[in-house]
């Protein structure tokens, strides 16, 4: 494994504290892309009053949103988000854009910090939008058992995912069920349209 990679696993393994699995290869491929206007916006999370998650979806370049982040924490985060298709069910790919862990820290490190890409399946209505991350505690079990099931590595007991996008796909759509790979949907209220070009 050479230095990028060790850097991009032990970022990938503090990534997961949020509970996510990240994967070093994309979820899709430019032909999964899609693209809806339903999805601009800023969407805020059901139900709480306070410590809500919000997130905010700006149309931006090569079928790609730029995505704001605010978490219940009040913290802020930036991304590149593609929602994709496979067969018929919708997903949304986040890496992101702004990794500055210690901005003390030498330049060469952050050089060498790269991205992971973090996996949520979507459902998509008018006036509600919910996402499902992926279970890290599901993901890790399950490979326990069948280690051969898809391609990883296990960083600070955290699974990070290094299979090609074929078989993250494939490996993606045996795994729908309930209580697999996706926890429970959380859902969000539209907060704001999208904001006009000017």
Known sequence: MDMKQSCLFAIAAGVLLC????????????????????????????????????????????????????DDD?????????????????????????????DKQAGLLNC?????????????????????????EWIKKFLEKDPAAITHRIVTDSVILTADTAALQKFILQHLGKDELFGDFGEYQRLAPPTPAK
Do not use: Q
Request: glycine share 6%; proline share 5%; with cysteine.
């Open 19 to 70: 509970a996510c699995v990240p994967s070093v290869n994309p979820f899709y491929t430019d032909k999964d892309v899609i693209t809806d206007a339903r999805l601009a916006g800023t969407w805020v999370e059901t139900g709480k009053k306070e410590h809500a998650v919000i997130w905010n979806f700006d149309a931006s370049t090569n079928n790609a949103y730029a995505v704001a982040l605010k």
């Open 112 to 136: 060498a910090m790269l991205p992971g890409h973090l996996l949520f399946r979507v459902k998509l209505e008018d006036a509600k939008f919910s996402m499902a991350v992926c279970n890290p």
């Open 74 to 102: 009040g913290k802020a985060g930036k991304f590149e988000g593609h929602l994709f298709k496979l067969g018929k069910e919708l997903f949304l790919d986040v890496t992101p854009t702004e990794c500055n862990f210690d």
